[in-house]
């Protein structure tokens, strides 16, 4: 599954010029039909609404109507639509949905609307993958990439530097054996097992870690000794009874804002989940829990994942003029950088600067900075694409097989490299 072999179809690239040429108001009231999840999520809701009312003020003639739906649904509800020939005008989507709904061929290239002065003011990395085949088939929404947050008062109630979380997985290893042994109903690491294309996103990073990679571009495939040592890890986790197996990663959000997780493998918006969930002030916050990058593994290096959101267009929509101006507003206008993707999301945004003060302000946190400067440069390509989801089924099938049951690993790799081959 080569990322080089992607075949990319989109309907009406060809874009009329006029399109490019957005009024500020519209001749008639238009109607935009927005899927998405933040309005599906109780500490996302009030600020996307209030993003969407400031868009409407912002813009006579356009509505938004916006259509909710649970992350966990968003890929195969659009693909539903698309067939049904009745898919919404914008849609916001992330990690393989992306791919998935590119190859459909429902999906309007961007690439007509997003000219070098538009790109140009992005940050470099937001918005490279986006572009398959001379397109660009998404659009950076938000950034949020994957780290290693951990709780403070639970290292140092264990005797451990608070302020010093692992570096390699070794030394991980030895920190959940005494975060275990002092207090054994901690949940020592929060890390999604789940069969489903995100948990394969989450566990990627894991897995080069440990220098194997199954699937993708120079695969090695799910034999190799390096995948057998991470499956082996996985295994002693569980056995060891530092994870807890099946949970998704949203689960662990309430458990870690409630004290109860020591270290989690997630995104930047963990900071907003504990803060919403606990009532935390800043000081508070940045004194109880730090983030830090992925501990190196047996490869020397640790990595991470972009875990953040995009917005794609539809090649049906009527009403692409508004459409692209409803994007560009989410994405770039530094009012919405500022209430829902800094203020409500947690995440960052695309943009490379702002001119507004406090949205630079916003950005300038304990959390960002961490991402900032050491998170993000390690954030490595997946092996996204039409078969990443059939590829996740067989692969985190035997993760799960690896932390729950007996069978040997080397046959349980087997089996995954098995399903890969077919």
């Known amino acids: 599954m080569k990322n080089s072999s992607r075949t990319m179809l989109f309907g009406g690239i060809a874009v009329a010029t006029s399109l490019l040429s957005a009024p500020s108001a519209f001749a008639q009231d238009i109607t935009l039909q927005f899927t998405n999840w933040a309005t599906a999520e109780q500490t996302t809701q009030a600020g996307m609404q209030e993003v969407i009312d400031a868009f409407e003020a912002a813009n006579p003639g356009i509505k938004i109507e916006s259509q909710t739906v649970a992350f966990s649904e968003t890929a195969r509800q659009l693909v539903l639509r698309l067939r049904s020939g009745n898919p919404p005008d914008v849609a916001q989507v992330a990690g393989n949905d992306t791919f998935v709904l590119a190859a459909s061929g429902g999906l309007q290239s961007l690439s007509q609307y997003a000219d070098d002065a538009i790109l140009g003011s992005l940050k470099t990395g937001s918005f490279e993958a986006f572009n398959l085949?001379?397109?660009m088939i998404a659009f950076p929404w938000n950034q949020a990439p994957a780290g290693f947050w951990y709780n403070k008062e639970i290292l140092a109630n264990a005797g451990l530097d608070p302020e010093n979380p692992p570096a390699t997985i070794d030394e991980l290893n030895s920190a959940m054996a005494t975060i275990k042994a002092a207090n054994p109903d901690i949940i020592t690491l929060g890390l999604d097992t789940t069969n489903r294309a995100f948990a394969l996103s989450s566990n990627w990073p894991w897995m080069l870690a440990f220098g194997a990679k199954p699937v993708g571009e120079d695969a090695t495939g799910a034999e190799s000794p390096e995948m057998l040592a991470y499956l082996e890890w996985m295994r002693s986790l569980a056995q060891n009874g530092y994870i807890d197996p099946g949970r998704k990663i949203g689960e662990f959000r309430p458990l870690i804002a409630q004290g109860q997780v020591a270290f989690l493998w997630d995104q930047v918006l963990v900071q907003g989940v504990i803060q919403s969930s606990n009532g935390m002030d800043n000081d508070t916050f940045n004194a109880t829990y730090g983030v830090a990058p992925m501990p190196a593994g047996p490869s020397g290096q640790g990595y991470s994942f972009e875990g953040g959101h995009q917005l794609v267009m539809f090649a049906d929509s009527e009403h692409k003029e508004a459409a692209w101006k409803f994007i560009k507003y989410l994405s770039t206008d530094e009012n919405a950088a500022k209430v829902y993707t800094i203020g409500t999301n947690r995440s960052i945004p695309p943009a490379a600067e702002f001119e507004d003060g406090e949205v630079a302000a916003l950005l300038s946190t304990p959390v960002i900075d961490s991402y900032s400067a050491k998170i993000i440069?390690?954030?490595?390509?997946?092996?996204?694409?039409?078969?990443?989801?059939?590829?996740?089924?067989?692969?985190?099938?035997?993760?799960?097989?690896?932390?729950?049951?007996?069978?040997?690993?080397?046959?349980?790799?087997?089996?995954?490299?098995s399903q890969l081959d077919r």
């Open 377 to 417: 440069p390690t954030i490595a390509a997946q092996p996204y694409g039409a078969d990443f989801a059939e590829a996740a089924t067989a692969i985190m099938a035997g993760v799960q097989e690896a932390v729950t049951s007996d069978i040997p690993i080397a046959e349980i790799a087997k089996n995954i490299q």
């Open 133 to 135: 085949d001379g397109e």
